[in-house]
């Protein structure tokens, strides 16, 4: 894995259960030359906005494997797959430090950085530097909402794009990870409210677009084992 970023993610499997653990080091600066946000509140509503979002329990179809003896000479045992079903919990933790420069933060870690309300961010609320990328830029004329809680989406949408995680709503989804696109029916119902609705989506909303589904904590995992996190 890249050390250009700050998550980690753990996977153990036991009988009955698996537990995935995202974990994510983070630096938090303000670029702005006002410098009016609480970066502590910030933060703390940052881990409190990922929690929810991310923080999740399902049932997965999985394998126990066992040996059956022979009990003959010259046969050898057997190792036999016998499916379950596995209760799988994701917990979240987010180690932020707050920074006075952007130079400041170190290679082990993820940058949350707060930046004027001009040229090409006018147009957006956040902005990941790349899929799988270890920044995130964030307008300054949005944090108040955020703090306030009008806006539960910017920040675990832009920093599911630094997990690897696109718009399930446009064409990419499909060409990238199938299981990252819902067909329209699936849209229309449970997953309605999910995190990574693209901003012109008409089931993009900033209070509610909030949720995750097991697909997409199949994809994080695929794309830490494969490098793509943390770029």
Known sequence: MSKNGGWTVDLKEYAHNIRVDLRLGLSICDSTKEKRTNLIKLGNVLTGQMKRSYQI?????????DTVRSGLDFYRNKSIAIPVKKLVNVSLSIVYRIISNVNQ??????????VPDVGEMHQYYGMANKLGGSDVLLNESKVDNIIKGFDNNTLPHEFGHTLGLVHVDLNIASSYAKNQQFPIMRQRTKDSTNVMFGG???????TTSTTIVPEQIDVIIINYRSGIINQ
């Open 57 to 65: 329990s399902y049932y997965k179809d999985a394998y126990n494997y």
């Open 105 to 114: 933060r170190m290679n082990n870690e993820h940058l949350l950085n707060i």
């Open 200 to 206: 012109k989506s008409r089931y993009m909303h900033n």
